[in-house]
């Protein structure tokens, strides 16, 4: 079957650094999104990987490895706004999103 | 703003009622996709569109009956629904529905079924 794990809640200080795991077992790979969802609002999109290394933007990156199935994504210079859920998603060979249930993240001052 | 609207915001009816979901993409794309959220639980994927075409029934109920007009709209229609069915439901658009496109969200309908 498919999988997408990923940590259900993480705490972290505003102004530190926070790393949230995603590991997948899915049919095939044609790419990995992170998403951040505020409560009641649309999730939205922060980054995509497909091939292994890192993608940064601005205060959040997100690195790949293909032959380990793992993800992360590293939020940096942590604010209050950031506390939200993460969500973890691996397109699959038929091009559908496989979804983890989520990391919510809660930002202390 | 996503470019991705959705009404109601918040709907709550009785297993009797019949009510019906609207979405809207003003992205330009040719792909839709109705979701289900339940808390603590994964996205579950729905229908998908792609040039008004239904490309994709994950196993739904019958009880939910989708509609897609034209590439910019789709609907989710509701009848006899059961309490278990209760959850945020989430619409998105990509390019296209056959490629790595990502995926943008509507803010989502909060359903409540008493």
């Known amino acids: 079957g498919q999988n997408i794990d990923q940590p259900t809640e993480m705490t972290a200080t505003e102004g530190a650094i926070v790393q949230i795991n995603c590991t997948y077992q899915?049919?095939?790979?044609?790419?990995l999104f992170w998403y951040q969802q505020h409560a009641g609002e649309a999730p939205t999109f922060l980054s995509y990987n497909v091939l292994d290394g890192l993608e940064e933007k601005g205060r959040f990156s997100s690195v790949l490895s293909r032959s380990k199935g793992y993800s992360y994504l590293l939020l940096k210079e942590l604010q209050m706004k950031d506390s939200a859920s993460y969500l973890c998603?691996?397109?699959?060979?038929?091009?559908?999103?496989?979804w983890g249930a989520g990391t919510k993240l809660i930002i202390k001052p | 703003e996503t470019g991705v609207t959705q009404t109601p915001r918040h709907l709550v009816m009785g297993m009797t009622n019949k009510k019906s979901l609207k979405c809207e993409q003003h992205?330009?794309?040719?792909?839709m996709y109705w979701y289900k959220q339940s808390a603590k639980k994964p996205l579950e994927l729905m229908f998908v569109?792609?040039?008004?075409?239904?490309?994709e029934n994950n196993s739904v109920p019958s009880r939910f009956s989708p509609e897609c007009p034209n590439s910019s709209h789709l609907f989710l229609h509701l009848h006899t629904l059961q309490p278990e069915d209760s959850a945020l439901y989430l619409c998105?658009?990509?390019?296209?529905?056959?490629?790595?496109?990502?995926?943008?969200f509507g803010p989502g309908t909060r359903l409540t079924v008493l």
């Open positions: 992205l330009g794309h040719n792909a």
């Open positions: 998105a658009s990509s390019q296209d529905s056959g490629g790595a496109d990502t995926q943008y």
């Open positions: 899915t049919s095939g790979f044609n790419g």
């Open positions: 569109y792609n040039f008004k075409e239904q490309t």
């Open positions: 998603a691996v397109m699959d060979s038929n091009y559908q999103l496989i």
